[in-house]
């Protein structure tokens, strides 16, 4: 009841900053031969940021399922639980049959089908990416029969889409061999979240729960998968509470250490936890295709584990991390100057110490802290 609570403030948090950020479009579409509506969503920072690029994430049903995703995106990046992101809402009202017709030959978009599957990657993407400031990090999001016709960008030899979130899909049939079957063959890192709810449909159920079998048994490293099933929402509703699981579990990595994996995985590490921190960041560049500044509660969560492992000597690498992601600040001095101290180099220590009264406070660490450990170590080696 709690979570489901949660779900709905954030969704009400989502309507609530919406008005001022969002452009509303009309593309005309030769593939279509019509125009089409879009709702986009840019990023608060957008306009005061000029050198910054961003994700972009595909909403089909965009007439309804736009302000749902674009609440939560806005939110989640707020807290910095992922990147900011365009959202682009794609309006489908009675257009949705005709623009997801599949044959039933073979599963496959023809006619309108494969015209809207045209405008997407042939017109919609280069439009977006023509005049705003991506990277290459895509996610799609559907909903039914949008939620189905969003894999046929997977089938593709390059997949369109980095990121794709299966909301309670109405499954054209054959996808329940050529999905696992891509997967398996992948060679680049991908994200598919599947979810449904025990009040769809029961032939929805069915195949969701068949998909997601077959998917379990794909074995590749390259595949990022979540599957949740919810009990209580109906086919309509349920949405609300996959979209901000979706996103938990796509951008897991850009969020900061948490409890759980500092206490799970970074204290139980044999190598260096520093080593670990690099790497997470070099995963967020490679996965996102964004440079994120190492957050000062990571640096802390790594500092931390040193302590309690008592494994002093990696602080001396720290430091120096400290010093190139915060030049003006103390923390890399600090980092330093406590590995000078506890491998055997007081006077040293004391100096590195000293040298951090002209940096700028940070994370707690205050130049009187500084100097009181200077003065400490001075009194006990009588320098």
């Not at 707020?78 to 900011?84: G, I, L, T």
């Not at 406070?361 to 400490?376: R, V």
């Amino acid at each position: 009841m709690q979570r489901s609570i949660i779900y709905v403030l954030l969704l009400f948090f989502g309507f609530n900053i919406l008005n001022a950020q969002v452009i509303y479009e009309t593309l005309e579409s030769s593939r279509l031969g019509e125009s089409r509506q879009l709702k986009i969503q840019l990023p608060r920072g957008y306009n005061s940021n000029k050198d910054k690029a961003y994700p972009i994430v595909i909403v089909l049903d965009g007439d309804y399922l736009f302000e749902a995703v674009a609440g939560n995106v806005d939110y989640y990046s707020y807290w910095e639980d992922m990147p900011e992101a365009i959202v682009v809402g794609v309006n489908q009202m009675d257009k949705r049959y005709e623009d997801c017709m599949y044959s039933e030959q073979n599963s496959l978009p023809i006619d309108t089908g494969a015209a809207f599957f045209e405008f997407v990657g042939m017109e919609l993407m280069p439009y977006i990416e023509n005049k705003y400031r991506t990277v290459n990090f895509r996610v799609a999001i559907g909903h039914g029969e949008t939620a189905n016709f969003i894999n046929y960008y997977l089938l593709k030899p390059e997949p369109l889409f980095q990121a794709y979130v299966v909301i309670s899909p109405e499954l054209a049939p054959n996808m329940l061999e050529y999905v696992p079957e891509r997967l398996a063959k992948l060679e680049s890192k991908l994200f598919y979240y599947l979810a449904n709810t025990n009040n769809d449909s029961k032939s929805i159920r069915d195949m969701t729960q068949a998909l997601n079998t077959s998917i379990k048994t794909t074995d590749n490293p390259n595949v990022f998968y979540k599957y949740d099933t919810f009990e209580d929402p109906s086919h309509y509703s349920v949405p609300a509470h996959a979209i901000p699981r979706a996103l938990e579990s796509i951008f897991f990595v850009f969020q900061p250490i948490s409890k759980r994996e500092y206490q799970d995985t970074i204290l139980k590490l044999e190598e260096s936890p520093v080593a670990y921190l690099q790497e997470k960041y070099q995963t967020i560049y490679d996965l996102f295709a964004i440079e994120k500044q190492i957050l000062i509660n990571d640096f802390k969560a790594i500092a931390a584990a040193i302590e309690k492992n008592e494994d002093f000597k990696y602080y001396e690498e720290l430091g120096k991390m400290a010093r190139d992601h915060y030049p003006k600040t103390l923390l890399g001095n600090y980092y330093l100057a406590r590995f000078y101290e506890e491998t055997g180099e007081p006077k040293k220590a004391m100096r590195t110490y000293q040298s951090a009264y002209i940096l700028d406070e940070i994370a707690g660490l205050t130049k009187d802290l500084m100097l009181e450990k200077a003065d400490l170590i001075k009194q006990d080696f009588g320098y």
